[in-house]
């Protein structure tokens, strides 16, 4: 029964029929980590009109021939439980992280480890933005990857990324690193 | 072979997505869990449960029909991608098949679903009551923007009267002088044959005194009202009936021929807001309405006015009540309009109402010329009170014209309903 649910499933996947590539991408991180912001900066859309998250955004961004879908959840730490229900099926993992606030490094590392442990996504690639670099205040993004224990990593590929989303700056390489990385993995 | 094969499936699919079997537990369940998709772009967390349970739903329903139908999942797939399955009348079909593995289409199909469900309700509603409860309409820009335009349009109004009826007034002056003798005549004419005209009195008085004149004039002050309204309004009515009746009296017929023509023209222009009888009831409405009881109260004497040449005494004392009530009616008119415009407006109203209490006196002989024409001229006016106070068998004549007019008034109304559900229609589209 199940097998065959699983086999209905991605027969109707494959109804859609398009040629693209679809590539499905979670984007995750703490409150204020500046989600929401970097995923209307990847979609090119206003950035100064954002509150925070109750639910999730989705925003399709096509790029290097391929169809992101990228998910957005809030990051509230009441919403965080329902973070799981949305790993099923990703492509690929985009941690997101307030390099200013240090405050909240361990809090973020603990959820970050605890996403890294999850069943579903087991091997995926993992891309980390050390956001909010335009603050004064930011640690830089090898002392965040340290802190992170990131390169303890072996199950999968990971980076890091230095950036901020509300200008823009250090997106784009992660993208990058992105499609790379997916078009490696899915051949 | 395969080809012929997955021709049938195909069609078996297509006429299995339109069964009820598959219809009616698919409509159920998004009739169901749609209300919560609203337009945010932002999602809610709920969204994705019910996204699961239909994901769930789908697969039940598509597992059992294979099984009775006896096809495999290959075949369904190759049924679904042939090319006879890609045509566009056949992808809305599978819409809601697609709509298990992407969630912003089922997310679409939601709020579409919800979209249709609140449409429907504001329909039912209006069906019930004729009319959207003023919860529904309240929140809506669209009536704030309509009580601007009708304030706009009465302050204009009351501008324009007064200004004609000023300018009236200095033409009546002139008049007097010069034809002393002959407006003399037309004025006391009815007074005479009616007897004891006690509510021409002043009218009945001579012309020579200045304070005589006045009474007189107040109908030139209706029209003059009624007049500025067509201005407005480009669509005038056919004035012609009542200015061949102008003849006779030569300070009447301007006053009557305008009058008759400017109340359907004022209502219209108001919004199709109700006529005078119903701004008591509604408040939204009245700031319209005074102008247009004028010319109602105008006309509707105009009904009597006929009469009143061969009036017995109680009609006439009936003749009397009304103008009473009227007067009341007035009164209680212009204490609601001060209540809506304190500043400006004062000043206007403090002349206007005492140029109009008169009228309904003054009015009687305007009428009574137009009525010998006035069969032909509709009096449009006021359907709502004429009613209680019109009892006098002269009114016959009158009396179907007006419920005609009540039935525009209503048709009127349901327009600016419409019009409003339609605007409320629109921005739930648009989002």
């Avoid at chain 2, 009228?359 to 509709?378: D, K, Y």
Wanted: hydrophobic content about 30%.
């Amino acid at each position: 029964m199940g097998e065959a649910q699983k086999g209905l499933l991605s027969v109707i996947e494959k109804l859609k029929g398009t040629t693209e590539q679809e590539v499905r991408i979670v984007l995750l991180g703490l409150d204020n980590a500046g989600k929401t912001t970097l995923l209307k900066s990847l979609a090119s859309e206003d950035v100064n009109t954002i509150t925070p998250t109750q639910g999730f955004n989705i925003k399709s961004v096509a790029s290097h021939g391929m169809k992101l879908n990228v998910w957005d959840i809030g990051g509230q730490r009441k919403i965080r439980p329902f973070w799981k229900k949305y790993l099923e099926n990703t492509d690929l993992l985009i941690y997101v992280i307030d390099s200013a606030d240090k405050k909240r490094f361990e809090e973020t590392g603990l959820e970050l480890s605890e996403l890294i442990d999850e069943e579903n996504l087991k091997g995926v690639p993992v891309l980390i933005f050390a956001n909010k670099q335009d603050l004064a205040t930011a640690s830089p993004a090898s002392e965040i990857a340290e802190g992170l224990n990131l390169h303890t990593y072996r199950d999968r590929e990971w980076q890091i990324q230095a950036c901020s989303a509300v200008s823009g700056e250090g997106v784009q390489d992660g993208m990058n690193w992105i499609c790379n990385n997916i078009v490696n993995k899915k051949k | 072979m395969a080809e012929d094969d997955s021709e049938w499936v195909v069609e078996s699919i297509v006429g299995y997505l339109g069964s009820p079997e598959w219809v009616i537990p698919v409509t159920d369940f998004m009739e169901n869990k749609c209300t919560v998709f609203d337009d945010e772009d932002e999602n809610k967390l709920s969204y994705t449960e019910i996204h699961q349970q239909y994901k769930t739903l789908v697969e039940k329903l598509l597992e059992h029909y294979m099984q009775e139908v006896g096809i495999n999942e290959q075949q369904f797939l190759d049924a679904c991608t042939s090319p006879f399955a890609k045509s566009k009348t056949l992808q809305s079909v599978f819409q809601p098949v697609l709509a298990t593995d992407d969630f912003q289409m089922f997310r679409t199909l939601m709020v579409q679903k919800n979209m249709e469900l609140q449409l429907q309700a504001l329909r039912v509603i209006k069906e019930r009551n004729g009319a959207l409860p003023d919860c529904l309409t309240d929140g809506a820009d669209v009536m704030t923007e309509l009580q601007q335009q009708e304030m706009k349009i009465l302050q204009e109004v009351l501008k324009k009267s007064k200004e004609e009826y000023d300018e009236e007034m200095s033409r009546r002056l002139l008049f007097e002088e010069e034809l002393g003798s002959t407006s003399s005549s037309c004025s006391d004419k009815p007074m005479t044959e009616g007897g004891e005209s006690q509510n021409t009195t002043s009218a009945a008085s001579q012309h020579s005194s200045a304070a005589k004149v006045s009474p007189e004039s107040k109908p030139a002050i209706k029209a003059a009202a009624s007049g500025g309204g067509d201005e407005k309004s480009a669509a005038k009515k056919p004035t012609a009936d009542c200015g061949s009746n102008g003849v006779e009296s030569r300070v009447l017929p301007a006053v009557k021929a305008p009058a008759k023509s400017g109340e359907p023209s004022l209502s219209s222009s108001s919004g199709g807001g109700g006529g005078g009888p119903q701004t008591k009831e509604q408040s939204g409405v009245r700031s319209q309405t005074p102008a247009e009881s004028w010319l109602e109260e105008a006309h509707r004497e105009a009904g009597f006015s006929e009469p009143y040449t061969e009036l017995s005494a109680s009609q006439q004392e009936q003749l009397q009540q009304r103008a009473a009530y009227l007067r009341q009616q007035r009164d209680k008119l212009h204490a609601l309009r001060k209540e809506q415009q304190k500043t400006k407006q004062t000043a206007k109203r403090e002349k206007s109402p005492s140029s109009r209490t008169p009228t309904p006196t003054a009015t009687p002989e305007a009428v009574g010329q137009s009525q010998r024409n006035g069969v032909c001229s509709p009096p449009p006016p006021a359907p709502p009170r004429a009613p209680p106070a019109a009892p006098p068998p002269a009114q016959h004549s009158a009396a179907p014209p007006k419920q005609k007019e009540i039935s525009a008034e209503e048709r009127k109304k349901l327009q600016k309903r419409k019009h409003l559900a339609d605007k409320l229609k629109e921005e739930v589209i648009k989002k």
